[in-house]
């Protein structure tokens, strides 16, 4: 069945660097549009990132750009964020999402989500 499954989180002091990994399974990983999103305590959940593996095409919120890269390795279905200079703001628990229509970073398009990885900046 369609599964997402994030590894990598935990805790980092602030400036450094964390690699958090969506495992992908159960449907055409190679023509999904594949993002991060992250939700904070009493946030509502935001878009950080988000890749086209068919063309690699890649958008970023401007609170991950220059400091996130995406990246997917389509043989092994997998879908990888790596976070430098990462901020106390940047607390939340990950999530990875899929859908395989073309658009941006609305939550409300993905179809398929993960359970999410904590990630805590201190």
């Known amino acids: 069945h369609v599964q997402l499954v994030e590894s990598g989180g935990g805790s980092v002091q602030a400036g450094g660097s964390l690699r958090i990994s969506c495992l992908a399974s159960g449907f055409n990983f190679s023509n999904y549009r594949m993002a991060w999103f992250r939700q904070a305590p009493g946030k509502e959940r935001e878009g950080v990132a988000v890749i086209y593996t068919g063309t690699c095409s890649i958008l970023y919120a401007d609170s991950a750009k220059g400091r996130f890269t995406v990246s997917v390795d389509n043989a092994k279905k997998y879908f990888y964020m790596h976070m430098n200079s990462l901020k106390p703001e940047d607390t939340a628990m990950y999530y990875c999402?899929?859908?395989?229509?073309?658009?941006?970073?609305?939550?409300?398009?993905?179809?398929?989500w993960g359970q999410g990885t904590q990630v805590t900046v201190s």
């Open positions: 999402a899929a859908d395989p229509s073309y658009g941006g970073l609305d939550r409300n398009e993905y179809k398929v």
